[in-house]
């Protein structure tokens, strides 16, 4: 397993998952926007899902590993994926707009 992390950028597969888990906050946070709400939480909770989504994602990586051990590793997977597959669309705007902020490489950019 060590050697599949040859080569591996943490630091910009990290920096890469917080925005993907930032960015699908802000796609949550409109989408409830549009829910009505039901009375019992405050509006403003809602607001604070792009702050929230990546302790969110990271909580859910802790439960996908421990899942792993049970060999229900995809049921982990699908929850990682609600909490970052909905930002991508507005991760690639971000990246269109400024490829800077989503470099995958340090000095280089990714375009293909």
């Known amino acids: 397993m060590i050697n599949n992390l040859k080569g591996l950028l943490v630091k910009e597969t990290v920096w890469l998952n917080t925005l993907r888990s930032i960015c699908a906050g802000i796609v949550w946070t409109v989408i409830s926007l549009f829910i ?54 507005l991760l690639f705007l971000l990246f269109n707009i400024k490829p800077k902020i989503v470099e995958l490489y340090p000095g280089k950019i990714f375009a293909g």
Not at 40 to 50: C, D, E, M, R, V
Not at 60 to 86: D, E, H, R, T, Y
């Open 36 to 89: 009505p709400n039901d009375g019992n939480s405050p509006f403003y909770l809602k607001l604070i899902y792009p702050i929230v989504f990546p302790v969110i994602l990271l909580m859910s990586l802790g439960i996908a590993q421990i899942l792993k051990l049970f060999n229900m590793g995809g049921v982990g997977n699908i929850l990682c994926m609600l909490v970052v597959v909905p930002g991508d669309p």
